[in-house]
Every structure is written in structure tokens, then in C-alpha cells.
């Protein structure tokens, strides 16, 4: 053998894909002086064998301090021992100068004797393998073992039509049964309930046929079913899968990959839910559509039925209390009949839904043939009301995730609710205050016929800025008044309560429009410092507009001003329609300047029409758009009453989104004929006062008011004489039987006159106070060319 290259005995591999790195041999004699070296010894230090054999192996170590401190026998010149087997790690020297780093085995062959110390008879066998190649085939080795015994993945091999050739331990467990039974049959009969959810792919069969054909792998198909090792509970598994070719490179299966993605999947679904409950819940201020809206987003992908019921009184917008479980209303039933929503819901004490909206945590309940969860609706720690989730299968009961999914659902769902109620109580209030500041009915009134339309631009909360009024004044006359409070809602609408007080309190003082509006811009003005410190919501009326005027239907006659708003438009009976001519008058608060006054005559049966500019104001269209819209139909429609005027000209003005708000006042004009109204015109002479009683009695009997005779006789005689007494020039008196019979006594002066307690020492001073106590009112207006004092007495049966 000596001088022979040697080659071992079959035990190590050539090579192939799969064995272990081929382990280089070299025989020694008993002094350590190689006698056989391998082909393989030869590849890994480049050395042939007649370069080495007759050598020392120690020449080939290289020296180095740790392999002098692990072994003697790794010294030059130090022949090995051979009484067992040894192995070492040791740096050798390669033909090229370089260092390998080896596992090395020394094994006797024969006992040692001196005999064969002294020969050249192979006493060992010496097997190195080159370190870094045989760890990683160590590793190499415990990977495809820990794959195919310990590995969470399932390695599933399939053949032709799918059919099972081989699978690791994982897929075994997930299959539940022996492989031995398993092999040959096809994935559909392995997984029969198996849900494919990727789309668009084929079945498995021609899935798998297509990768044998082409070898392009399917990366992540997910499938949703039931293991046969747990068929309780539905999976998802994640599967990619690739072709396996044999040492040839023919196609001989196709293998399989997954993982079980379940947990993923169901934590996946719950934030798309979690996602989707939040861009949909909450989108209406109604507690039944904000139930309604929960019920879609759960069904069918997180339960098979929700149940929403809410307390009666936070349904009715009141703070929430401690709900009791009989008090309660059903405001989703997604299962149920729409008449099942609206009725009262009462739950037994010790009930598991009562036990939840006490305890304010969920609960479960579990049926025949469903899975019940109970979560309170709890807003600051209040319960508002209960959610049920149902389920139909009872073998998917809610786990801890699908509670906290519920709670979060139901957590949005409460605040949605709270905030419904909240508006519901706001929207409410606001209504009220609305109500409260506008007219509730217009009065009647024999000098005009009124209807009226009001449009908010805030039409969830109701409230704006607008106002509108009709005001009783003396004489038969009305006040007619529109106005607009730049803002909208709670702020605009306090704003344009006080001034409709305002201008109610001024118009009883008979004030003429210009005057009114005098006084009404100055009062404005003093408390805009205090509004504006009130901040943007303090409710200020700075900026405010606003139109009035009075009509004396006894005169068929019409006093007109305005403050920055537009003018009225009317229509005669027989004339175009049109709009007064006003004098532009500053608005309310913002200037100093002199407010004028038109009179303009309106025969009976005028329309005369009062707005604000959110009527006639459209988007992308001039405010002239709006006004020829408004006298078109005006024109067309001045035979009908007002108000069925009025809703016309809502229907044709208010085609699109409100931008702001729109007030409507629509009145007819009537006349007082001359059987109602008598008047006289006296010279100031003392002896005329009881010719003035004589007419006044005269006048009542034709009117049959003879019971009124005395006092009337009365109030002419006191207020002919006063005007005789402290006026000069010509005097009217004027009777006027309307709802009530009214006496008016004229003169020049502007002197105010009161009435006061006299005493009992003196002859006069007595009348006014008298006319107070006789009548039912009295007052004084004033004119240009002086004043009228008026008394009203109550018709009889009336």
C-alpha cells in the first residue's frame, strides 16, 4: 500500500446534494509517517500523494499555541499514540501556503506492538474533514430535520390531481390522522370545507397541474375552513406553493407551504371593521340611525344580528341617569321587523343584560343554538342603553378579541348617541328660543291681512338672525317690520330677540319710522362695546338691517324707512309690480347718520312684500336675479291670499341650498270704509266743546254704540278742552269703530300731556286721569304738524 494513493471503502459520500462534505483519508504508520493519503486528502490541502507519503503527518500541522495546549500528539517529532480513538480541531497547512482549518479523527486499525512501531505497517486510519463545509452540512441536516419534525410550517408534497405523496410532522397534526392513511388521497378530500378567498385562481386541481406545467410558483393563496384536527373552529391558512423536480429535472409534485394566519387574519378583519365602524358610525344626529349604522357595520362579518336599545329619556335628549333595565327602547333590530323598532324593551332583574347595564361590563349568554354578548353603551360612566351581538353558531363563541372589538364598537356607538342627544337637547332649545322670539300666529288685524315664512340657514339647529313682526299701533294703524342679524345660530338669534323687543317697545310710543330707527341704531350702538367683548358669540347685533313701516288703513296710507335692508316690493291692485324707492339708511350700529321716511299711498288690496336678503340671494347669481324672480311671481300670483303667496315665493326663491337666512312677510292691505271712520274739523273756541259732544253721540247712535255714549261724551269734552286750552289753531276730532271704538283729539302743539293725581284743593288737573280710568287704553303719537291723543274703548259684547 505504502507509495499507493488510497481510496477508502464506501461511507462517505461523492458529493450529492444531500450527504455530508467527502472526508479526506490518510493511513499512518505506528511512528506517525503517512503511508496512505486519499484523492479526497489530496483535494482539500493540495498536496499529491507522492508528496506526502514517507512524511511525518506532524509536518502538516501547523503549530499554533492552542494546539500545543490541546494535544502532545500534535507536536512535530512526537509520534501518536494509539490506544483508542481521538479526535481534534487543528489548523493544517495547505500546498499554497495558506491554513485550513479541519475536524480530524484518529482510529487504530491494529494493537500497538514494537514490532510495528518499527515497520511501516498502517497502524491508523486518520479521516479530516475541512471545518466550515461539515458544520454547515451539521446544519444543513438539522434544518431538513426540524422541518420535517418540529417546524410550525405544514410541508405538504402533492402528485398528480392533487394527491397527497408526503407531509412533516405539522401537516400530519393539522390532517388528524396517520400518513400511511392519508397518502393518495386529494386536497379537497383532505379539506373538504376549505373556502378559497383569494380570488381568481383555479381550483386545486388545475392550480397544481398549471405550476407542474409552467413551474411558476402561487405565492400566498389564503383558505378559510375547519382542520380536521379542529374542526370546532374555523382557520385561515396562508399557502404558497412551487414544483419539485427530481435529480433529472423532471416535475414530480408539487409542494406546498402554509401557515395557520388565523389570529392574523381575525386581527386584520377587526381593524378593517374597527376602521370601517368609524368612517360609519356617527353619521346622522339620530340615536336610531347612529344604532342602525352600528348594525351594518357588524353584520355579517363580526355577528349574525345586533340589537341596539337605548334609554327612554336619553332618547327624549335629557342628561343620561342610572338606566334601569325596564326602561328601555329598541332603536335597532337588524333580524327583527321594522315594528319591532320604537316598543319598549324590559329585561328581568338577574337577566344576563341586566346584570351588564349594572355592572357596566360585558356579558355572555349562551343559547340552544347561538352565542349571545351583552356591552353596555357607556358614556363618562353612565350607561346609556345595551348592545346585543348575537352570533347562530354557537361553536364560535366571542373570545377575548371579539369583546374587545364589541366594547370598542359599543364605546363609539354611545358617544355618537350622547352627541345626538346632546343636539336633540341643543336643536330643542333652540327651536324654543326661536319660537319664543318670533310671532307664534300674526295678530288679526282689520288693516291688513298677513302670512309670513321663515327659512334658517342652520336647519339642523333651527336658529338665525332673522325676524319678522306685526304691531298693533292707535288708530287702527299696524306696525310692519323685517330685520337680519349678520351670523347665524344661538348668537344671531339672542341678537335679534332684543331688537324685535326694541323695535316693539318703540313702535308703541308711536314713534314715525325714521324716528324709530334713530333710536333703535343708538341703542345698538351703545351696547356693541359690550357685545364685542363678548368675543365672535357674544350675540352682538352690530351690522343688523332692517325695514319698517306704517300703514293707517283709515287713510289707506304708508310711512316708510330703512336701515341697510332691502326695500319692500309692491303690487296695487291694477298697477306693476314694484319696489319703494327708500332712502338708503346706514345699518343698525355701524353709523350716525339720519335715517328719512317715504309716504306712499296703497289702494285696498295691495300686496306689499317684506324680505330679507338670504331670500333673493342665490349662489353664483346677483341679488337682481333673485328680486326679478321675486316680482314675477308677484305678478302672477297677486290674486291669491298670502299665504299661499307666500309659500309660492318660497317654492321659486329656495330652489337650492339655503346660505343664509330667509324671512318672508307677505300682507294685503284693507281699507276702513267711511261708515267706519267720522271725522270733524273744530276751531279753537271753548264754546264748540259741547257741539263736539253732540256729534260724537250723534255718531255713536247710527253706529249703535249707545252704550258707550257717556264715556265717549266724557273722554271728547276732556280732550277738546285741553287742546282748546293749551294749542292754537285748528282742531280734529275723528271717531273710528274698528275692534274697538277709538277717539282721536288732534292738535299743533308737541307738548306731552300726563296724567296726574290731583289735589283735592284744586279745580283741574283731573281729566286725563279720568280718560285712563275709563278707558281701556290711551297715548299720545305724534305728527309733523303736532301730535293726536287717542283713547280706546271695548266694544260692547266684545
Known amino acids: 500500500m505504502e507509495g499507493l494513493p488510497f481510496t477508502p471503502h464506501a461511507g462517505a459520500d461523492d458529493g450529492g446534494h444531500l450527504g455530508p462534505p467527502p472526508a479526506a483519508f490518510a493511513l499512518l504508520a505506528a511512528d506517525g509517517v503517512l503511508v496512505g493519503w486519499s484523492r479526497e486528502a489530496e483535494a482539500l490541502l493540495g498536496y499529491s500523494a507522492s508528496q506526502v507519503l514517507g512524511r511525518r503527518a506532524a509536518d502538516l500541522i501547523a503549530p499554533s499555541p492552542a494546539d500545543r495546549a490541546a494535544s502532545d500528539e500534535s507536536r512535530p517529532g512526537r509520534p501518536p499514540r494509539f490506544g483508542g480513538t481521538h479526535s481534534a480541531v487543528m489548523d493544517v497547512r495547505h500546498r499554497n501556503g495558506d491554513t485550513v482549518r479541519v475536524a480530524v479523527t484518529l482510529h487504530p486499525l491494529t494493537p500497538a506492538s514494537d514490532e510495528a512501531a518499527s515497520g511501516r505497517a498502517p497502524t491508523a486510519v486518520l479521516m479530516a474533514s475541512e471545518l466550515e463545509k461539515l458544520r454547515w452540512w451539521e446544519t444543513r441536516q438539522a434544518m431538513l430535520q426540524g422541518l420535517v419534525t418540529q417546524s410550525p410550517v405544514t410541508l405538504t408534497i402533492y402528485g398528480p390531481g392533487a394527491r397527497l405523496l408526503w407531509a412533516n410532522e405539522s401537516s400530519i397534526r393539522e390532517m388528524g390522522g396517520d400518513l400511511t392513511e392519508l397518502l393518495g388521497r386529494s386536497m379537497t378530500e383532505l379539506f373538504p370545507g376549505d373556502v378559497l378567498t383569494t380570488q381568481h385562481l383555479a381550483p386545486p386541481e388545475d392550480l397544481f397541474q398549471q405550476i407542474l406545467d409552467t413551474g411558476e410558483p402561487v405565492i400566498d393563496v389564503h383558505f378559510r375552513g375547519r382542520a380536521p384536527a379542529d374542526p370546532g373552529r374555523e382557520h385561515v391558512w396562508s399557502s404558497s406553493y412551487f414544483r419539485l423536480l427530481d435529480g433529472r429535472g423532471e416535475p414530480v409534485g408539487v409542494c406546498e407551504q402554509s401557515i395557520d394566519v388565523t389570529d392574523h387574519y381575525r386581527a386584520q378583519q377587526r381593524l378593517e371593521l374597527l376602521a370601517e365602524a368609524g368612517a360609519r358610525i356617527g353619521s346622522t344626529l339620530d340615536p336610531s340611525g347612529t344604532a342602525a349604522e352600528l348594525a351594518k357595520v357588524a353584520v355579517p362579518h363580526y355577528a349574525d344580528a345586533v340589537l341596539v336599545d337605548v334609554a327612554a329619556d336619553v332618547l327624549e335628549g335629557e342628561e343620561p341617569k342610572t338606566v334601569a333595565a325596564a326602561d328601555l327602547v329598541r332603536v335597532a333590530d337588524s333580524a327583527g321587523p321594522p315594528s319591532g323598532v320604537g316598543r319598549a324593551v324590559a329585561y328581568p332583574a338577574g337577566s ?239 353709523g350716525r347718520l339720519p335715517y328719512e321716511s317715504v309716504d306712499v299711498e296703497l289702494a285696498e288690496g295691495s300686496l306689499v312684500v317684506l324680505f330679507t336678503d338670504g331670500l333673493v340671494e342665490a349662489r353664483g347669481q346677483g341679488i337682481d336675479v333673485g328680486l326679478d324672480r321675486l316680482a314675477a311671481v308677484l305678478g302672477e300670483q297677486r290674486g291669491t291670499s298670502p299665504d299661499r303667496l307666500c309659500a309660492q315665493i318660497v317654492a321659486e326663491l329656495s330652489t337650492g341650498e339655503v346660505q343664509d337666512d330667509a324671512t318672508l312677510l307677505v300682507v294685503r292691505t284693507r281699507a276702513l270704509g267711511a261708515r267706519q271712520v267720522a271725522a270733524w274739523e273744530l276751531s279753537p273756541d271753548p264754546a264748540l266743546v259741547a257741539r263736539a259732544r253732540s256729534m260724537a253721540v250723534e255718531q255713536l247712535e247710527r253706529w249703535g254704540l249707545d252704550d258707550l255714549a257717556f264715556t265717549t261724551e266724557l273722554v271728547v269734552s276732556e280732550l277738546v278742552t285741553n287742546a282748546i286750552r293749551y294749542a292754537a289753531g285748528p282742531i280734529g276730532l275723528r271717531l273710528i269703530r274698528d275692534r274697538s271704538l277709538i277717539c282721536e283729539v288732534s292738535d299743533s302743539q308737541h307738548t306731552s300731556p300726563h296724567a296726574r293725581y290731583a289735589g283735592s284743593d284744586e279745580e283741574g288737573g283731573r281729566g286725563l286721569f279720568m280718560v285712563a280710568q275709563l278707558t281701556e287704553h290711551w297715548g299720545t303719537r305724534y305728527l309733523p304738524t303736532g301730535k293726536t291723543i287717542w283713547a280706546e274703548q271695548a266694544l260692547p259684547g266684545i
Do not use: K
Open 352 to 590: 344576563p343584560q341586566a346584570e351588564s347595564l349594572a355592572r357596566g361590563r360585558p356579558t355572555t349568554d349562551a343559547l340552544a343554538a347561538s352565542t349571545r354578548l351583552y356591552v353596555p353603551l357607556i358614556v363618562r360612566g353612565t350607561s346609556l342603553g345595551l348592545v346585543t351581538f348575537v352570533r347562530g353558531d354557537a361553536s364560535e363563541p366571542f373570545d377575548d378579541g371579539d369583546r374587545s372589538v364589541a366594547e370598542e364598537l359599543a364605546s363609539r356607538t354611545a358617544v355618537c348617541i350622547d352627541n345626538a342627544r346632546r343636539y336633540r337637547r341643543e336643536h330643542t332649545a333652540a327651536f324654543m328660543l326661536q319660537r319664543s322670539l318670533l310671532p307664534r300666529s300674526l295678530p288679526e288685524q282689520s288693516a291688513v291681512e298677513a302670512a309670513s315664512r321663515y327659512l334658517p340657514a342652520d336647519s339642523h339647529l333651527g336658529a338665525g338672525g332673522d325676524w319678522y313682526d306685526v304691531i298693533p299701533l292707535s288708530g287702527a294703524r299696524v306696525g310692519l317690520v323685517v330685520g337680519d342679524v349678520v351670523g347665524h345660530g344661538l348668537g344671531a338669534a339672542a341678537s335679534m330677540g332684543r331688537l324685535r323687543a326694541m323695535v316693539r317697545t318703540l313702535a308703541e310710543l308711536d314713534l314715525a319710522p325714521d324716528e324709530l330707527l334713530a333710536r333703535l341704531n343708538d341703542q345698538v350702538g351703545r351696547e356693541a362695546p359690550d357685545q364685542n367683548a363678548n368675543g365672535a358669540d357674544g350675540g352682538g347685533a352690530v351690522g343688523a338691517t332692517c325695514v319698517y313701516g306704517i300703514y293707517d288703513p283709515a287713510s289707506r296710507t304708508s310711512t316708510w324707512a330703512a336701515a341697510g335692508h332691502p326695500s319692500p316690493a309692491v303690487a296695487q291692485p291694477h298697477g306693476p309690480v314694484g319696489f319703494l324707492r327708500l332712502p338708503p339708511g346706514p345699518p343698525l350700529g355701524v
